[in-house]
């Protein structure tokens, strides 16, 4: 791999020499699969590198190795999405204005069961197995919004599909965590599972992609309601047995949550610590309501919750209480959830509407700033992960982008306004470069690892057949723990 050298108008690159976090003006990177250097550019510097590398240096953003441009945008860390769904691009716009179990029986589905199905047909179709296709899409949508690290939670029919995940990962060039899903109860029946059922899949799963170093198998068991006691019981040892994370849904809408109180007369963050499921290894996507006893329980135990604003306002699940749960010590990282239910993977968008719902919830403008959210989708998940990326330091992986700041929303930006315009001024795709592991996914918007046209064709050929077959499909019922 050749060393490269990237220089941008501003870098920042999530450390802190103070108070705030550092802004960097005339910023340069140097990397190759770490981080070598990273800092304020000068001549003298450049005419080090050139001098040091020679021609094994490539220059980001010019094709001779002599000259240094600086391209006019923000270098970052990668953004860190520590909740998310890879089936559901081909379903954005289906069943919307829906709550969650109704549109998880109209949209989520009837798709995973039909692709599930029909498979083999589709894949002669199509010339690709959809679940690649899907996935690779997912991927390719993640980076376009400069996501270089994902956990995936891959539910419903998709649990028997990890391994295409995987494969479309490698293809497109991200790191990715798979939360391998299971249900025994409250779901589409046809996906239910025994015990030995979802150890045997975690196991086949871990022992196929073990030389895979940018994936990750943890268990994912779908949600509470939908996983019984006996289960996620044996899936927690199998966590703590492999040294992994977990990763589940938790009291994401009103009815399921109530449900545990009418059967337990717990939470379900209560009916979790009943059963020793908690800890600090316990990633909670959603958490949107909690009682006081759940964040004191979730604090005792150190567990960490992902939230997800896109998803819970458009499918009118609630909003968490996210500044109660960060003041009594609890971990919480900002995500988007599947494409289906945020419709889009802008992670920027979902840092802002973070901030903003809390302000207003609040009245207070103070609260949840800039500076936080932005460490909400980088260092803090990050941590969350325990991966060795999140801000730009020597020795860290070269996770890299940058936010470009031609864009006339973008305009004026200066040094002290750059981090508040990423936030509060983006529309979230002004993503012009990615970098993963030292390797360019994105260079100057155009994709290097997929034939994008090629893949964005197929996909609308993909939800055509779907929408064919979806409008006379025998309905899906029943998900769920109504009250
Ligand atoms: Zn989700």
Known sequence: MKTKLMRAKYLIPMTKNGENLDRIEDGYILFQEKILEVGRYSEEIANRIINKYGE???????????????????????FIKAHGHDHESTIIGIAKDQPLT????????????????SKDQLTEQ??????????TKARVDDISFGITTALTHHCNFNKYHVNELAEASEVVGTRIFIA????????????????????LRLDKYLADNQNLDRVTIIPGPDQFFSNGPELLKALKQWSRDHNTLMHIHSSEEPNTTKWFTNKYGFSPVG?????????????????????KDDIEIMAKHN????????????????????????????RVSISTDGSGSADSQNMLSAARLASQYQKALNQDATVLGAEEVLQMITTIPAEMLGINAGSLEIGKDADIIMVDLSKPNMVPTIKETVLENIIWASAGNEISYVIANGKT???????????????????????????QYRVNASKIKGTGANV
């Open 126 to 135: 199509l010339g690709i197995s959809p679940y690649l296709l899907t996935y």
């Open 271 to 291: 009916y979790a610590d009943s059963i020793g499921f908690l800890d600090n290894r316990t990633m909670l996507a959603h958490q949107v309501h909690s009682t």
């Open 180 to 199: 391998v899903g299971s249900q025994d109860r409250n779901y589409y029946e046809k996906i239910l599972d025994s015990v030995d059922e979802a150890l």
């Open 303 to 330: 567990v960490m919750v992902v939230h997800n604003p896109l998803a819970n306002t458009i499918l009118g699940s609630g909003m968490p209480l996210i500044l109660d749960m960060i003041d009594a010590g609890i």
């Open 56 to 78: 094994h240096l490539e220059i980001i953003g010019n094709s001779d190795s002599t000259r240094v441009p600086q391209l006019n945008g923000v270098i970052l860390p990668g």
């Open 102 to 117: 109704v549109w998880l029986d109209a949209a989520v589905n009837p798709f995973t069961e039909w692709i599930h199905n």
């Open 441 to 467: 996914l994105i260079d100057n918007y155009a994709f290097t690892t997929v034939d994008i046209k090629e893949l964005n064709h197929k996909m609308q050929d993909l939800a055509k057949v779907f929408e």
